[in-house]
């Protein structure tokens, strides 16, 4: 089956984000039910996670019709492998970003309970991921693009809203200074991750999800033990209740590996941004939750109004996302007498191409441009192209319709 990628870029957001919301409400219950230390709570539903990540692994590993069953949710999954030496360093930093990110999920979970206003809290990391990318990758936020993460992150605050009058300042600082920044580590390290080429083939989001799984269990166990120790040894007693954790992170896995596929296809910021779609599902879960534990979703009709205008900012922003990005293909021709290896690393540099390959036939290179205004970005990349001794001729193709498999 083939998809545009356009469509399947918003489909696994989205997916992700569903399932997202029922983690999300899954695990708002087993912190006010289950096991209330959010510290032994991380390290418990790690340890879970390990397992029943592994044995879903192994099921996705069978073959089924040439292809494995995991085929079917990422083309690049054939198996269960070990790590490639180049992937550690990735691993070590999306590990470390994912552990600190998770523990101040569950303190985040454990201070707000709601879902939809835990959620909503995750998007204010957009504005952080525009920053890092304009710096780390070569395509500079556009104003299209900061103008959009504005509306989301406005959104999801608007969403998260109370009327209590109260300002939870620890919350708050749990928010900026640890779960976001922490996420976006994680991110933009999955992506690079996603983006690897392992044998000749584009890197699996399953085989991803499972390792970083690995290492961040690891470093949340280490983080926790020197934070808070006796955390460890409760973590360990609540393995009892292990249903609660398998069903809680057999189902992150899926949300996880969906995300992480959809990273490989578009930016850290554009992603997490559809991601948002979580504040819209996580409301019918908050209110299915609050028969079980106290949930005060909507004090007032003002305040279902204001999350109501704030989930209307979110689609919007996302629809703007989804409304300016331009791609092409470059076919270049290259001088004679001129490395073809030292043009790749050139045109690699220049702003705006995601990609390059050296190709037989009549063209030398092949190039990947993606901007958000054609203007822009047109005139940018041209203008680099033509600062290039070594080439000869180019011609510029914009992309009408792209299709992915699945």
Not at 312 to 336: C, D, Q
Request: aromatic content about 14%.
């Amino acid at each position: 089956m083939r998809i545009r990628k356009k469509y399947l870029f918003y489909l696994l957001g989205i997916l992700s984000s569903l399932t997202g919301a029922i983690v999300t409400t899954i695990d708002a219950y087993i912190s006010s039910i289950v096991i209330t230390d959010p510290w032994a709570l991380c390290v418990v539903i790690f340890l879970a996670g390990i397992v029943i990540t592994f044995i879903l692994c192994l099921i996705l590993s069978l073959p089924f019709k040439q292809k494995s069953l995991g085929a079917r949710i990422d083309p690049s999954f054939k198996r269960l492998r070990l790590l490639k030496k180049e992937e550690i360093p990735y691993h070590l930093m999306a590990g470390i970003g994912n552990a600190v990110a998770t523990i101040a999920y569950f303190l985040i979970i454990s201070t707000y309970k709601d879902p939809s206003a835990t959620l909503a809290f995750f998007q204010i990391v957009i504005l952080y991921l525009l920053f890092i990318e304009s710096i780390v990758e070569k395509n500079a936020p556009t104003m299209a693009e900061i103008e959009s993460s504005m509306i989301v992150t406005f959104g999801a605050l608007l969403a998260s809203f109370s009327l209590k009058g109260e300002i939870n300042t620890y919350g708050l600082m749990i928010v900026f200074l640890l779960l976001n920044p922490a996420w976006v580590v994680f991110s933009i390290y999955q992506r690079k991750l996603k983006i690897m080429r392992i044998n000749d083939s584009y890197n699996d989001s399953i085989n991803i999800r499972f390792w970083n799984l690995v290492f961040t269990t690891l470093f949340a166990i280490i983080l926790v033990y020197f934070i808070k120790r006796d955390a460890i040894y409760l973590a360990i007693e609540s393995l009892k209740y292990w249903k609660y954790f398998f069903l809680s992170m057999g189902i992150t896995f899926f949300s996880y590996v969906l995300y992480i596929r959809a990273l490989g296809l578009g930016k850290a910021s554009v992603t997490q941004a559809v991601k948002s779609f979580t504040i819209i599902f996580s409301i019918p879960f908050s209110l299915a939750l609050s028969k079980f534990i106290h949930i005060t979703l909507f004090e007032s009709p003002t305040h279902a109004v204001i999350k109501l205008i704030g989930i209307i900012l979110v689609v919007m922003g996302v629809i703007s996302f989804a409304l300016t990005e331009v791609r092409a293909y470059i076919f270049i021709k290259a001088k004679t007498g001129y490395s073809i290896k030292e043009l790749l690393n050139t045109i690699w540099k220049i702003r705006g191409i995601i990609s390059v390959a050296a190709v037989a036939g009549k063209y030398d290179i092949i190039a990947k441009a993606r901007m958000r205004t054609l203007g822009k970005g047109y005139e940018r990349i041209i203008r680099a192209l033509e600062k290039v001794k070594g080439i000869e001729r180019f011609e510029w193709h914009s992309i009408l319709k792209e299709w992915e498999e699945v």
